[in-house]
């Protein structure tokens, strides 16, 4: 169980850094 938490939160990682990438990014251009 604990395994198969840390792999979905592996998974939502990147994701994660995309979201906060993207609204760096729309901060600049705007």
């Given at each position: 169980m604990?395994?198969?938490?840390?792999?979905?939160?592996?998974?939502?990682?990147?994701?994660?850094?995309?979201?906060?990438?993207?609204?760096?990014?729309?901060?600049?251009?705007?």
């Amino acid at each position: 169980m604990k395994e198969e938490r840390e792999q979905k939160k592996a998974m939502l990682a990147p994701f994660m850094l995309l979201q906060i990438g993207g609204l760096h990014i729309l901060g600049h251009t705007t």
